[in-house]
C-alpha cells in the first residue's frame, strides 16, 4: 500500500520553535515529526511513501532522500503553488492504483494501521476517516455518525449546537479508495474535508474508524511541548493497539453521574463531583477510559436507546466541556425478570453483557486488545467488584452509597475502597507508578 504524506504546510504558529523549517521537520526527541510517522508505516508493512511538499520545503527530501536510509521508497512531488489539502489529489493520476493512506506530515502518531486498513475494508469504505474523542469537542468540527459507523455529516465548530453531541473528531489520517484520486481529476484549489471527504458523505461512502490510538497535531508550542512530554512518558507507542492496552472500566450511575434514582432522560443526568477531573487523568495516562453500564431501564421500557443515547451524548459533552472524554462506552439494555409495565419482551432475556457476567468487558478487551489482568474496575456496587473480579481486573468499590442493594454479592471482596472516583484514579496511578 502506498502512503501519501502532506508536509506542504507553512507551520507559522510554530515559528518560535521552528524558524524557516517546514512542520513535518520539527523534531520530537531528537527525530523529525515525519520520520516517527514513516517508522511507524514501515513497522506496519508500508514501504512505498509519496510525500507532497511545497517550493519552500527542500529540507525534507535533504534529509529523507529516497528513502533507502529508512528502509523504505519515497517519491516526492513538488505542490508549485497551493493547492489546498485535496487539490494535491489532482497530481496523482495514474500514479495509484489501489487504497492507498493519506496522512498529515504534521501529526505525531503510532497506531496499528492493519486494524484501520480491516476496519476500511470491512465496511466497503471508499474514504474511511480516523476519527477520535478530544479534550476540546466544544471548539472542535464534530463527525456525526450512524449505529454502522457511516459517516452522516460534520458538524463545523462554527454552528450552534442545540443538542447533545457525540464526542468524535477528525485525526487527519484516512484510507482512502481509488474512487478518491478518480474524484479528484486534475490539480485545483479545493480543501480535502469540506469538498472530498464531503463528496464521500453524500454518497453515503464514508465510515469512521473510531479508536483509543495516538494520534495529535503539534501545531502550536503548548501541544509540541505535550507530545513531547507523552514520547518521554512513552505513552505514544504504549497506545498502538498492536500492543496490549490496559483499561480503566467505569461504572456509570453513582461512578461518572450522581445516582438517586435511574436515570431515565438526559435532563435527569449530572455529573458527579470530580468525575471529570478524575477522567481527565487517566486520558493523560497510558491507560483506556471505558464506561460498562446496565440500563435495565430500556428492557422495563422505561427509556428508549434513542433517549439512552442522548442520556450517554450529555455525558460526554458535560466530560468534554471539562477537557475529558471516554474512549468508548458500552451498555447492556437487558434485564432477566419479566412482570413491568411497558416492558420490552425481546430484551427481557438473560444475557452475557448484564454485570456481573463480562460480556462488556470482553467486546472491549476484543476491540481494543485489552490485558484484563493489567486493568481495573471502578464502580460503587458489589455487583460491579463482581464484575471485575470475573474479569480478572483489580478492583475499587466506591463507597457513594449503599454498596450491595439487592444482598446478592456479599463475597466481592474490592481491592481497595475509595470514596469518590477522583481518589481511586488518583491511587491506581500511584500504584502505577510503584510510589
Ligand atoms: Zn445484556
Redesign the pocket.
Given at each position: 500500500m502506498i502512503a501519501l504524506i502532506q508536509a506542504g504546510g507553512a507551520g507559522t504558529r510554530l515559528k518560535s520553535i521552528t524558524g524557516d523549517m517546514p512542520k513535518p521537520m520539527v523534531p520530537i526527541c531528537g527525530k523529525p515529526i515525519l520520520e516517527w510517522q514513516i517508522e511507524n508505516l514501515h513497522e506496519n508493512g508500508v514501504d512505498d511513501f509519496i510525500i507532497v511538499i511545497s517550493p519552500n520545503g527542500k529540507a525534507i527530501p535533504n534529509y529523507f532522500g529516497d528513502g533507502g536510509k529508512f528502509g523504505v521508497r519515497i517519491e516526492y512531488i513538488e505542490e508549485k503553488e497551493p493547492l489546498g489539502t485535496g487539490g494535491v489529489l489532482g497530481l496523482l493520476q495514474g500514479k495509484i492504483q489501489d487504497d492507498f493512506i493519506l496522512c498529515f506530515g504534521d501529526l505525531m502518531l503510532n497506531i496499528c494501521w492493519k486494524k484501520f486498513i480491516d476496519f476500511h475494508r470491512e465496511k466497503h469504505s471508499s474514504l474511511t476517516a480516523f476519527a477520535h474523542p478530544n479534550s476540546h469537542p466544544f471548539d472542535s468540527d464534530v463527525l456525526v455518525t450512524d449505529e454502522k459507523d457511516r459517516l452522516v455529516r460534520i458538524d463545523s465548530k462554527h454552528n450552534v449546537r442545540n443538542y447533545y453531541y457525540k464526542n468524535l473528531t477528525n485525526a487527519g489520517l484516512y484510507v482512502c479508495s481509488k474512487d478518491v484520486i478518480s474524484f479528484v481529476q486534475e490539480p485545483a484549489k479545493i480543501d480535502f474535508e469540506k469538498v472530498v471527504l464531503q463528496h464521500f458523505i453524500n454518497e453515503g461512502k464514508a465510515f469512521a474508524y473510531r479508536s483509543s490510538e495516538y494520534v495529535k497535531d503539534c501545531g502550536t508550542p503548548d501541544r509540541y511541548y505535550g507530545v513531547t512530554n507523552d514520547l518521554k512518558n512513552e505513552i505514544i507507542p504504549a497506545k498502538s493497539l498492536a500492543n496490549l492496552q490496559k483499561c480503566i472500566f467505569l461504572d456509570r450511575d453513582g461512578t461518572i453521574n450522581k445516582f438517586g434514582d435511574f436515570v431515565r432522560s438526559a435532563n435527569q443526568l449530572e455529573l458527579a463531583p470530580g468525575a471529570a477531573e478524575a477522567i481527565k487523568l487517566i486520558n493523560e495516562s497510558s491507560y483506556l477510559a471505558i464506561c460498562v453500564t446496565?440500563q435495565p431501564v430500556v428492557a422495563r421500557g422505561e427509556t428508549t436507546f434513542e433517549e439512552l443515547e442522548n442520556i450517554h451524548n450529555k455525558m460526554e459533552d458535560l466530560l468534554g466541556e471539562q477537557g475529558a472524554y471516554l474512549n468508548d462506552l458500552f451498555?447492556?439494555?437487558?434485564?432477566p425478570d419479566k412482570g413491568y409495565p411497558g416492558e420490552v419482551p425481546e430484551?427481557k432475556?438473560s444475557?452475557?453483557?448484564?454485570k456481573p457476567?463480562i460480556?462488556?468487558l470482553l467486546k472491549a478487551k476484543e476491540k481494543y486488545n485489552i490485558d484484563l489482568t493489567q486493568s481495573w474496575m471502578i464502580g460503587d456496587t458489589k455487583q460491579d467488584i463482581q464484575t471485575g473480579i470475573n474479569a480478572g481486573c483489580r478492583t475499587i468499590l466506591l463507597t457513594t452509597g449503599d454498596p450491595n442493594p439487592n444482598r446478592r454479592y456479599q463475597e466481592a471482596q474490592p481491592t481497595y475502597m475509595c470514596s469518590t472516583l477522583l481518589e481511586a484514579v488518583r491511587l491506581i496511578l500511584k500504584i502505577k507508578k510503584g510510589e
Open positions: 446496565n451498555f447492556c439494555p437487558h434485564h430484551l432475556i444475557c452475557d453483557c448484564r457476567k460480556g462488556m
